[in-house]
Nanobody, 118 residues
């Protein structure tokens, strides 16, 4: 059973920084990617960033140049460094694991709240 546990959310002022972490467990293949999506009430889930085990990254347009995703493959942990935060970055940040076994299957963490406000 794949489990994803996020940590590091909170309240930060505009222009500030936060670092999110997500520890994955139960992944029995090396063919997977980890990442973060953002959920805001009334809007579709939005890609923040993903990273493959090989280190290839993908970012949502709204966070490029401000957020950095990284991972520790030995620990099955993914990090999201968020700088220059804006009010519109507010939302629930959900950890994501995309497993490519016999077929592709996504898994989601419960999410951690990030609030950017003065």
């Amino acid at each position: 059973q794949v489990q994803l546990v996020e940590s590091g959310g909170g309240l930060v002022q505009p222009g500030g920084s936060l670092r999110l972490s997500c520890a994955a467990s139960g992944i029995s293949t090396s063919a997977y990617e980890l990442g973060w999506y953002r959920q805001v009430p009334g809007k579709q889930r939005e890609l923040v960033a993903t990273i493959t085990r090989g280190g290839s990254t993908d970012y949502g347009d709204s966070v490029k140049g401000r957020f950095t995703i990284s991972s520790d493959n030995a620990k099955d942990t993914v990090y999201l460094q968020m700088n220059s935060l804006r009010a519109e970055d507010t939302g629930i940040y959900c950890c994501y694991a995309g497993i490519y076994a016999v077929e592709y299957k996504p898994y989601w963490g419960r999410g951690t709240q990030v609030t950017v406000s003065s």
